[in-house]
């Protein structure tokens, strides 16, 4: 019971702060489990991590909220959000480090899969990091009390309860999410590969800063000629702005909203909390963002598609590098995404290498097709579509030589959408010195790589791999450094974290036989869609986040050790 605790808290006060491992184990508390997982060595260490388990007798959540698994992620979702809210209701105890510290894992504006909640029909769960108080280096047990049998059990009370949440807000979030998954699973059957709602607001406070634009925002509105109208659960009907299949053209003066339309389409693969501005924005769940990324390396890609006859003679149909060129490595990020199942590609101008995106008429005349070795995007962007059925979206307001590859083009003026589709075409077909087309007949082949299980071993020794994620760009992993700043969809670091746990799960995948890289990180998938998470590592870890093939695949792609068999398949 809560005296239980708090008395062996009282007694270990003054003692040297090891003795704190004591505390590892379960508590019964008045009305519900604390689990303690991990003692931190100090109070300058890392965290300790516990889990609060309340059974749902007592918690009492609704179980129309969480029995499908689109409001299950929502409802989980919306129970971390408002724990994070209530923390500093509570105060912090005094003490040394990171002494009466009470963390949960920190949600953006997505609404995603994390192992900080778990909602069962038996039981809530939530997985947090504490710090148990200290005054120099040894233990602080009245504070200790304070914080495990007072601070906590308030936090248990204000939201795991479902008589103590707001009953409304709670349902709006899970409505949004399912809503949202709703529109999302109609886009193929309209041959869509984005749908953008009217009254959406797109833009947001700022670069680093996510949160939707304030009253000056625009809100999104529609092209009459665009318009669609998609449904949600309950029958009532959305319109916006679909995106069809095949190749898209946003084109309009700069500063005129380009960017933030594609960004918006980009988070569209998530869902959003509402009052986002984005809630209704749905992208296929396989849109990749492909950019340039001079400097990062790349193991075996075949991008001879783009790039071919290098000088020296060297080969693209393996292409490794440790330091691709813009180009190059926009080529390779294309034909990456693709192996793994990429089916809409979302490209911006503004990071793009120009000579991938274009090779004028002019340039044509000046360098023969011979001496450049880059076929530009411009010309295979069609057969992308025709031969692989891949979609591509791209921001393009400085070069007209897309009007012929485009079955649509969108123009933003003064944020708001038009379709130009007729007189981009009709300006097309009357201009008279047109640019040879230089792309072949066909894409060319998108081989499956085959990977070094050697190449990928990052343990040092017997010991277990250590797992570091900073912000959204970079994964530690072992020994190795992967830069994931270019990788633009990644929102939450959890997401790094869980990634780089998943890479060391692959690793018995690769080993397993002649496995290539695309169904190795099938696997990885399946495993965590039927078991969760948890999957990915032998300890509980609170910090995991939900992720896609594509980044997992993005991360394994940039470890720089990679490297990949001769021999390669075509498929
Ligand atoms: P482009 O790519 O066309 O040059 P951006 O998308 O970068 O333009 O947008 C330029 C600026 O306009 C940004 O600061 C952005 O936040 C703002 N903006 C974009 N869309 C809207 C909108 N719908 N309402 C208000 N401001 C917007
Ligand atoms: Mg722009």
């Given amino acids: 019971t809560v005296n239980r605790l708090s008395d062996r808290l009282h007694a270990l006060d003054g003692q040297s702060y090891k003795a704190y491992k004591s505390l590892q184990g379960s508590h019964a508390l008045a009305n519900f489990m604390l689990h303690v997982d991990y003692v931190q060595g100090d109070p300058f ?4 991590r516990i889990r609060v388990e309340v059974s749902q007798a007592i918690a009492q959540l609704p179980a129309a909220l969480y029995n499908v698994l689109s409001r299950r992620i929502a409802l989980e979702d919306y129970l971390i959000r408002q724990f994070d809210q209530q923390i500093q209701t509570v105060g912090r105890t005094a003490g040394s480090g990171k002494s009466g510290l009470i963390e949960i894992v920190r949600p953006s504006q997505a609404i995603l ?49 479902y008589a103590r949440l707001d009953a409304a807000a709670l349902q709006a979030h899970c409505d949004c999410a399912e809503a949202a998954d709703y529109l999302r699973h109609q886009l193929r059957d309209r041959h869509l590969v984005a749908f953008i709602a009217n009254g959406a607001i797109l833009p947001r406070r700022s670069g680093v800063d996510d949160r939707p634009l304030g009253q000056d925002a625009v809100p999104f509105q ?49 869902n959003h909390i509402p009052g986002d501005g984005r809630e209704q924005v749905v992208t296929e769940g396989m849109a990749m963002k492909v950019r340039a990324e ?23 149909a393996q292409f490794s590098t440790p330091d691709a060129s813009g180009s190059t490595s926009q080529a390779a990020s294309i034909i990456e995404a693709i192996e793994v199942g990429a089916t809409t590609l979302l490209i911006d101008e503004d990071t793009s290498a120009t000579n991938f995106m274009i090779r004028d008429r002019r340039m044509q005349a000046l360098i023969a097709k011979a001496q450049e070795p880059i076929t530009p995007f411009v010309d295979k962007v069609r057969q992308l579509y025709t031969d692989y059925g891949v979609s ?126 695309a169904a190795a990180l099938d696997r990885v998938m399946g495993d965590i869609q039927a078991h969760g998470l948890d999957c990915l590592s032998d300890r509980l870890s609170g910090e995991f986040v939900g992720f896609r093939a594509l980044e997992l695949a993005a991360a394994l792609n940039r470890l720089r050790s990679l490297a990949i068999e001769e021999a390669s398949s075509d498929h």
């Fill in 113 to 161: 899969p994390r192992s900080a909640a778990h909602i069962s029909e038996q039981r809530v769960e939530l997985r947090l990091a504490v710090g148990l108080p200290a005054f120099g280096r040894r233990i602080a047990g009245r504070q200790a009390a304070t914080l495990l049998c007072e601070h906590l059990p308030a936090l248990v009370n204000q939201t795991l309860l």
């Fill in 294 to 316: 001079d400097g990062r390396s790349v193991a075996g890609v075949n991008i001879s598609p783009f790039i071919n006859h290098l000088p020296q003679g060297r080969s693209t």
């Fill in 392 to 517: 591509t979206i791209l921001v393009m307001g400085g070069s007209g030589d897309y009007f012929d590859v485009a079955d649509t083009v969108i123009a933003l003026d003064n944020y708001r959408p038009d379709d130009v589709t007729e007189q981009a075409r009709a300006i097309a077909q009357s201009d008279q010195n047109i640019r040879r087309a230089e792309g072949g007949t066909t894409f060319g082949p998108i081989a499956s790589r085959i990977v070094r299980p050697d190449s990928i071993d990052a343990r040092k020794g017997k010991r277990p791999v250590n797992l570091k994620a900073r912000a959204t760009d970079e994964i530690r992993l072992g020994m190795h450094e992967i830069d994931l700043s270019a990788v633009e969809q990644l929102v939450e670091s959890g997401q790094l974290k869980a990634i780089a746990a998943a890479m060391v799960y692959a690793q018995q995948y690769y080993f397993d036989g002649e496995r290539s890289l």
């Fill in 222 to 270: 529609a092209p009459p000629s665009l318009q669609t109208s998609l449904h949600l659960p309950n029958g009532a009907i959305v319109t916006g702005m679909g995106i069809p299949q095949g190749v898209t053209l946003m084109v309009g003066g700069g500063y005129h909203g380009k960017s933030t339309l594609l960004r918006a389409i980009e988070a569209g693969v998530y």
């Fill in 45 to 48: 260490a890392a965290p300790s």
